[in-house]
């Protein structure tokens, strides 16, 4: 599953140690994933499957909204919130403010693959939108519902992170072509398997143990990479990610 090479070490995605192993189909794909050991890639393979290799790695593969996630958006898309920053009121004022277009036409275009985005080009980020706002929603109303598997917790953080992205002005609409959107997205996916697996006590007792022991340390490589402007070297980016948290807390 890795494969040593002469690219220059980097640390490993879940402890740090500094490696040349990166995760074979990811790179066939342009992405580098650096892992250690098997044993720390297979710590987070689950999460990472999904997004693991050609087709699937580079631009990241979002899921598609469902129609529960569709129906609820209509049903509250007019409702206050209050967490998504910027002074912004409702789910369909934040929508059409960061599409450009409508809430109308968002919604008509919102269905299918996030990547097929040629109606609206800010669709991967339009649909983490969506998700993020639900759980903004819940956390302010008295549900105390939280988000329970690792997609939850990813949308969580990755929305916690775009919704910030969308503060600064001239951020491209169509994000998959960022250098820092796809490596963002597969940082948080492991970051979000470990704190799954932490919180919810999901998996091998085991792992359990080395995830609870690498989760700190997974989290604080990569809100400091979040705050550092992902990468790349755009002020405002970092001036807009600066006090982010990737913190993720079950009641
Ligand atoms: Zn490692
Ligand atoms: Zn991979």
Request: charged fraction near 20%.
């Amino acid at each position: 599953m890795t494969i040593p090479d002469t690219t220059a070490a980097q640390p490993c995605e879940v402890c740090d140690v500094s490696t040349s192993n990166r995760c074979s189909s990811c790179a066939k794909a342009g992405v580098d994933l650096f892992f250690c050991s098997k044993e720390h890639q297979k710590l987070v393979w689950k999460a990472h499957k999904p997004h693991c290799g050609p087709g699937q790695a580079n631009p990241f593969s979002l899921a598609p909204l469902t129609d529960d996630e569709l129906a609820n958006l209509r049903s509250r898309a007019h409702l206050p919130i209050g967490t998504l920053g910027g002074g912004i009121s409702t789910t369909a004022v934040a929508l059409a403010e960061a599409s450009g277009h409508p809430f109308e036409y968002v919604l008509q275009h919102l269905e299918g693959s996030p990547l097929d985005s040629e109606c609206l080009p800010a669709k991967p980020f339009l649909v983490s939108l969506v998700r993020n706002s639900r759980f903004a929603m819940l956390a302010s109303s008295s549900l105390h519902e939280q988000p329970r598997s690792v997609d939850e917790i990813f949308t969580f953080l990755a929305g916690n992170v775009l919704a910030r992205c969308c503060d600064v002005d001239d951020v491209p609409r169509d994000l998959t072509t960022t250098e820092w959107f796809t490596p963002l997205l597969h940082k948080l996916v492991i970051l979000a398997s470990l704190t799954t697996q932490v919180a919810l006590l999901e998996g091998e007792a085991r792992d359990i143990l080395v995830a609870a022991k690498w989760l700190p340390v997974v989290r604080e490589r990569t809100t400091k990479w979040v705050r550092g402007g992902m990468g790349t070297d755009d002020v405002r980016l970092r001036n807009a990610l600066r006090h982010v948290s990737l913190e993720y807390e079950t009641e």
